[in-house]
């Protein structure tokens, strides 16, 4: 069960949200609130330094190791490439993030934009990367 990629894949944003609204509340020392749970900018972060660290793996690969795994410049190329999604796509949540944040008076906006579409944004890219990128 905890080999399965798809549950990985999705199983780790959902925890990485769980946990990190908990930080927040436990840092600030305050009541719950609904920006504990907007992170879409965390997860997108997250996968970027995923990413980041896979690279560098890959360029670690030496000998028989790189002759184990196909095709490291087409491995390289393809994290490269999601480097760069998630870079405009981060812009994109940060601009988002910029909009409704001091929009209080729209608690149901805040709610589908910042605690629904960034984070999903944000889990996506996660998601992406176990998938698509690494591969499990």
Known sequence: MLTN??????GI???LIVSGALAKKLVRGSTW???????GVE???AAMASALVHVFDLAKLTGSQASTVASIPQKVAATASFLAIC??????????????ERRTQNPQ?????????VNLVGAALLAAFVLFV???
């Open 33 to 39: 609130q609904r920006a504990d749970f907007f992170l």
């Open 109 to 117: 906006g805040q709610l589908i934009w910042l605690g629904l579409l």
């Open 87 to 100: 870079f405009f796509l981060l812009l994109w949540i940060l601009s988002t993030h910029q909009d409704w």
């Open 13 to 15: 944003p959902v925890v």
């Open 134 to 136: 690494k591969g499990v």
């Open 5 to 10: 990629p798809y549950l990985i894949a999705l």
């Open 43 to 45: 997860l997108a972060l």
